[in-house]
């Protein structure tokens, strides 16, 4: 483990104590999607990416929770790979995948933070997949009035300019900011805004809806990022 890594939440709480963690649906456009779906689980487990995770899948989603240190890069990695899996399952068809993650949340379905400090994460590290992707993403930093953490856009525009910076921000669109890249870059980019955002704001959710093979023309029709 590099010192930067190590030092990653010396300054506050433990993931276990923030409530750090995904619900994750994947929804492969082919016939047998429930074979697809079922073998790319298989294979982000079988390759030990959810190690150290908890992970349930229902009806609807899949929850996976991180309790350990490099929390955030491990949701990202378990996504990454997931979608990635998925796809290629169901050759390189359209699959389109719902992502929403939580942090400050610690209770998760009733929410009660009670923490000495909100730590800094290290920037997320992922391999390139070779696959292109495109993501609407939404950040929701869930400000207390009585935090004093300050107007909400404020975390908002500065997340939106570092995914410009990364090349990854395509433009506006309603109520989301398309973002365009190798999925690993995008799932990168997300996740450390998110956690970035967190190291002021006590509670911040983001979701974004991924798509990846689609047929449609891959042209920004939205207006540019802000």
Not at 37 to 59: H, Q
Not at 88 to 102: F, K, M, N, P, W
Not at 158 to 179: E, F
Request: glycine share 10%.
């Amino acid at each position: 483990m590099s010192p930067q890594r190590d030092q990653q939440m010396a300054a506050g709480a433990m993931p276990e104590q923030l409530g750090v963690g995904m619900r994750l649906s994947v929804h492969p456009h082919c016939d047998d999607f429930e074979e697809v779906i079922l073998g790319a689980l298989a294979d982000v487990i079988g390759a030990g990416l959810s190690d150290d995770l908890l992970v349930e899948t229902d009806e609807v989603s899949t929850y996976v929770g991180a309790r350990t240190e490099l929390a955030e890069e491990r949701l990202a990695a378990f996504a990454s790979a997931l979608i990635a899996a998925a796809f290629r399952r169901c050759g390189a068809g359209h699959v389109v995948a719902h992502i929403l993650l939580s942090r400050g949340c610690p209770g998760e379905a009733s929410c009660h933070l009670d923490v000495a400090g909100l730590p800094e994460t290290a920037s997320v590290a992922l391999e390139p997949t070779g696959i292109r992707a495109a993501a609407q993403w939404s950040l929701y930093p869930l400000l207390d009035g009585g935090s004093g953490q300050g107007d909400h856009m404020v975390h908002i525009e500065a997340a939106i300019a570092a995914a410009q910076a990364r090349g990854v921000a395509a433009c506006a669109n309603h109520y989301a900011t398309k973002l365009t890249g190798d999925l690993a870059e995008v799932l990168a980019t997300v996740v450390d805004a998110w956690a970035q955002v967190g190291a002021v704001v006590p509670h911040v959710v983001t979701h974004l809806t991924v798509s990846v093979g689609s047929p449609s023309p891959a042209e920004s029709r939205g207006r540019p990022a802000l």
